[in-house]
Every structure is written in structure tokens, then in C-alpha cells.
């Protein structure tokens, strides 16, 4: 995104700034779409990002969308997506969001445990209805490469691969549900292609252990998704050439064994809004601490929690740039107006030396940025969000 088009947005809209382009979605969007076979169904993550004009935009392009939570439902009703295109994942979905999941007939809820299993049914029966359900499991194998692992080891999501078929058996023997297939999510932020065609491959054993148990052909295979975008200078961008060939290659081998209507999907959130979106703050106050050189800026991690790296093990400073031309340099500390220690957006770092007024961009910035962050620590008001295209839209 230009300076020009920044300046002017920042002049209308004040800061602090959430911008999305439109366009860069769209291509994410293709760039994806080509690199997955061609049998593979592409949805769209909606924790990524969960704006719902954003959502409207991104429905144009994508075949269905994952949801996680009532609330997530609700947006996506609002942007008028097809039901039969949705699918319900999550650990701990409370009775009311399974109810209201199961009036609006989504294609599939998936289970992540016997006993959601047999809420389900129970809800199910109330309103004499068959809900169709996949299987989330929790595979023994994770994937490697992902920053955040979801399986392989103890967690909260979906059913042990090792618990499966006895699990399995338990669900089958409730009658108001119909068991679609199985569905996994081995971590996200995964930057190798040998990882996450190795993850599709294991995904694609468990589905035919599943499928041998019960005796016909299953209907569903979730692949979840994971695909990474690099951040910081020591990563490297995922090979989406390399991932096309092997991704196809796991396909070829394993797609016979399955129906030829089975319907395969793979998620994506980050992939596709993260590189989107820019955070855009300025700076109210230049100041010098004990040897530390700090710029206090208007928007901080409660707008954006991962530049304080809130909820990681590690503070990585995120990528960041100014709008200002100065060819002097300093070591800088960028911290927002929060009363706690705990607010800093980027810290030690090398910038052209900024004054009171200037402009600070956060660039890849369009995921898990504003709709995952504390808004309402010390009650500023919340940013402007605004999407870019022919038009701006302000949301």
C-alpha cells in the first residue's frame, strides 16, 4: 500500500487505523485456489478476520467458510453466506450456539468429543431433525513446521487418533446424527510444504481407517489449513510451487480409495487477510529513558495484541515502517498510551528518526490483529477500519 493512499486515508480517518485491500485478498484468494487440486474446496477462516463486509468480499471467491463460535455464525448469516456451505469447528460450543447452528441446517458441526456428540443429538431429536456431523481428530503424527501445534501431543481439540475407533463406535449409536466424515487441524502458521502435504497424507489415512470401520463410503474429509506467511526475517516464504506438486501427488495417491462425490475442504484465514491489512498509528510524544529512546504512538496492543507479543511464548519485534523520508536513524522503542509496562509494539529497533505527527504502518497486519486484541482495556476508542478497492468503505 502506497504513502499517498496511507496519508490520505490517515487525513480522513484519523488514527488509530485498520486499512484492507481488497485487491490483495483477491489475490491471495487465486494464488491459493491454484496451488490446492482442483477436488479440494477452499473456505475461508472467519477468526482470521471476522469484519463482515470483509466477509461479504471474500464469499465472491471462496466456496464456504469455517466458523467458530455463535457469534461467528451470526456474521456470517449476515454476509449471506450459503448455509450449505459452512462448517461448525470448535472445543467447546455451548448449547445454545449448537441449537442455533442446527436451525440454520449448516453442512456439517463438527464433534470434538463423545459428549458434544451426544448434545447434538439430544438437540437434534428436540427438533426432529438428522444433523450431519464430521469427526475432528486429534492425529498422533502433528505437523512439524507449524509455529502453533494443534496435534500430535495433549490438547483440547478433537478426538485422540488413538481413541478413535472406540469413540467412533459410540457415536454411531446415536440416531439423530449422520456421520459425514472426519476433519483435522494439525497447527497454523506452517511455512514447509513437505509438512502440510505430509499432514493432507495422514489426514487421508485416518479417513480411510474411519471408512473401513463403518463400512461405506464417507462424505467429507476436512484437511483444516495452516498455510503460513512469514513475519519476521528468519522465516522463509511457503513454497507455494513446491506445495501444488506435492499436494497433488498425495491426491493421486490416495483419491481412489474414496467416493468420487466426496466433498474435500481446506480453511484458510491468515493466507488470505494477513498480508491485507496495515495497522497504522502516529506518534503523539518523543521521549528518552534512562538510555531507552521512546516514541508513544495513539494506538497500542490493545488495537493490535500481537505486536506485544500478547499470548506467545517469545516477543518477536512485528514487521513495521514510517511514512517519514529522514536519512537519520535511531534505535527506538514504539510504545502505545496503555498504563502498563506490557505495551510495546516494537522494541530496540533501527528507524528513521521520528518526530511528533509522524505516521508508523504495521504492515501484514489484516489477521488476528483489531477482532483479537483487549478493545476495551482502559476504554479508547476503537479504530477505524476501512477497505480499499475502486471505493473505500469504512466498517
Request: with cysteine.
Amino acid at each position: 500500500m502506497n504513502s499517498a493512499t496511507i496519508h490520505h486515508l490517515v487525513n480522513k480517518y484519523k488514527t488509530p487505523l485498520y486499512i484492507y485491500s481488497l485487491e490483495t485478498i483477491k489475490e491471495k484468494i487465486r494464488v491459493l485456489r491454484e496451488t490446492l487440486p482442483k477436488q479440494v474446496e477452499l473456505f475461508y477462516s472467519v477468526k482470521a478476520n471476522p469484519n463482515e463486509e470483509l466477509l461479504q468480499t471474500i464469499n465472491l471467491s471462496v466456496a464456504g467458510m469455517e466458523i467458530a463460535s455463535g457469534g461467528e455464525l451470526k456474521k456470517v448469516i449476515n454476509a449471506e453466506v450459503n448455509a450449505d456451505n459452512v462448517i461448525f469447528v470448535g472445543p467447546g460450543k455451548t448449547y445454545d450456539e449448537l441449537e442455533m447452528a442446527i436451525s440454520r441446517n449448516l453442512y456439517c458441526i463438527v464433534i470434538e468429543s463423545v459428549q458434544e456428540a451426544k448434545i447434538v443429538d439430544k438437540i437434534a431429536l428436540k427438533h426432529d431433525k438428522i444433523v450431519r456431523i464430521a469427526i475432528r481428530v486429534n492425529p498422533i503424527r502433528g505437523n512439524k513446521s507449524a509455529r502453533i501445534k494443534m496435534s500430535g501431543v495433549a490438547k483440547p481439540f478433537g478426538i485422540d487418533e488413538e481413541k478413535l475407533l472406540p469413540d467412533l463406535q459410540n457415536i454411531l449409536e446415536l440416531t439423530n446424527i449422520a456421520l459425514l466424515g472426519v476433519y483435522t487441524y494439525n497447527g497454523t502458521q506452517a511455512l514447509e510444504a513437505e509438512s502440510i502435504s505430509s499432514s493432507m497424507e495422514n489426514t487421508f489415512l485416518i479417513a480411510k481407517s474411519v471408512q473401513d470401520y463403518i463400512r461405506r463410503p464417507i462424505e467429507f474429509i476436512g484437511f483444516g489449513g495452516g498455510y503460513g506467511i512469514p513475519y519476521f526475517q528468519t522465516e522463509t516464504k511457503l513454497n507455494m510451487d513446491e506445495l501444488k506438486v506435492r499436494l497433488n501427488e498425495v491426491f493421486s495417491k490416495y483419491e481412489h480409495l474414496f467416493s468420487k462425490t466426496i466433498r474435500y475442504v481446506s480453511e484458510s484465514g491468515r493466507y488470505i487477510v494477513a498480508e491485507c491489512g496495515s495497522y497504522v498509528v502516529k506518534v503523539l510524544y518523543k521521549k528518552e529513558s534512562r538510555g531507552t529512546n521512546y516514541a508513544i504512538v495513539d494506538g497500542g496492543s490493545n488495537f493490535y495484541a500481537s505486536t506485544a507479543g500478547l499470548g506467545k511464548f517469545l516477543r518477536q519485534n512485528l514487521p513495521i515502517y514510517t511514512l517519514n523520508e529522514n536519512v537519520e536513524s535511531e534505535k527506538v522503542t514504539i510504545v502505545g498510551p496503555l498504563c502498563t509496562p506490557t505495551d510495546i509494539l516494537s522494541q530496540n529497533i533501527i528507524l528513521p528518526k521520528c518526530s511528533e505527527g509522524d505516521i508508523i504502518v504495521f504492515p501484514k497486519s489484516g489477521a488476528y490483529g483489531l477482532s483479537a486484541s483487549p478493545v476495551n482495556f482502559l476504554s479508547h476508542t476503537r479504530p477505524c477500519e476501512v477497505l480499499t478497492d475502486e471505493k473505500e468503505h469504512v466498517v
